[in-house]
């Protein structure tokens, strides 16, 4: 039933988009520019679920010397655009990403850390949801920087991030970086602009790149020191859909987390990251150590 109404929303809203569209999109429009969005970014169909894949990476960034490359990454992002009560879009995703060996790129479990001399367990990106409500009522998304050079359009996006951490020191001494959460995460979105302007294409070719900034890595125990990490990557929409990522990577997803091979079907929350699905691993580790000793 739940399916059978989301079908039924999804079909009216592309009906709706497909009789008010003019093309090409104006991107100093609000609607327009959260449609050239969705469609970049995803795909307009709610019944598609489309594969953003990424590969990188992973420096560390200590004060005074340059950054050192540590290990490689790579992930996916499973992503659905359902219609918005209020008009525009519920985002709906979950994403994984895995952290590889600088040399041959093999996935990997362990870690010698170089900096401490500690062998640790390597805890891989399984975040179920990570997902935004995007309605057009009281958003404005003309805005968004918009950049239109020869056949390509481009938008770029700069998030800070700043919030109390999830893993507070007095808690987690080795794995907190901090009471406060300080990162950042920048992306350059590039997409045809002829698909864009397209209304017969719900989902456009998409390629972009991606960094970010933050702290040590929970499972790396590198506590409070001076320092972060910088990720560096790229990615692209595969338009042939998960069978498309590398093989290494579907199989490892296939036996660890069969689910993050498609998108959620509905909205729900709270959003997970890296260091809240740490925070409850960890205490479910802790819990059951202190139920087996008792």
């Not at 009471?179 to 992306?187: D, G, I, M, T």
């Not at 990720?231 to 990577?249: C, D, N």
Request: net charge negative.
């Amino acid at each position: 039933m739940q399916r059978t109404l989301t079908t039924a929303l999804a079909g009216l809203a592309l009906a709706v988009t497909s009789l008010a569209w003019s093309a090409p999109l104006d991107l100093s429009d609000s609607e327009d520019s959260l449609t050239a969005f969705a469609k970049m970014r995803c795909s307009l169909d709610a019944e598609e679920s489309t594969i953003a894949w990424w590969y990188g990476t992973l420096f560390a960034d200590f004060p005074d010397s340059q950054p050192q490359p540590l290990m490689r990454f790579e992930g996916f992002n499973a992503c659905r655009m359902l219609p918005h009560e209020d008009g525009g879009f519920k985002m709906v995703t979950r994403e994984v990403t895995y952290y590889q060996d600088l040399a041959t790129g093999e996935i990997i479990e362990t870690w010698d850390n170089p900096f401490t001399e500690e062998t640790v367990d390597i805890i891989h990106v399984a975040n179920d949801p990570v997902s935004h409500q995007m309605p057009l009522a009281g958003r404005d998304y003309s805005t968004w920087p918009w950049v239109q050079i020869g056949d390509q359009l481009m938008l770029t996006m700069n998030i800070p991030l700043r919030y109390p951490n999830p893993l507070q020191p007095d808690e987690f001494p080795e794995e907190s970086s901090g009471e406060v959460y300080l990162a950042s995460e920048h992306f350059t979105f590039f997409a045809p602009i002829d698909e864009i302007n397209d209304p017969e294409i719900q989902s456009t070719a998409n390629t972009y790149g991606w960094a970010r900034t933050g702290p040590w890595l929970p499972w790396m125990k590198m506590g409070q020191q001076p320092g972060g990490l910088i990720y560096s990557g790229q990615g692209k929409k595969l338009r042939g859909g998960y069978e498309q990522l590398p093989e290494a990577i579907r199989a490892y997803t296939d036996e660890h987390f069969p689910a993050y091979r498609t998108a959620p079907d509905s909205y729900y929350g709270p959003n997970a990251t890296s260091w809240t699905e740490f925070r409850r691993i960890l205490r479910e580790r802790r819990e059951t150590e202190e139920t087996g000793a008792e």
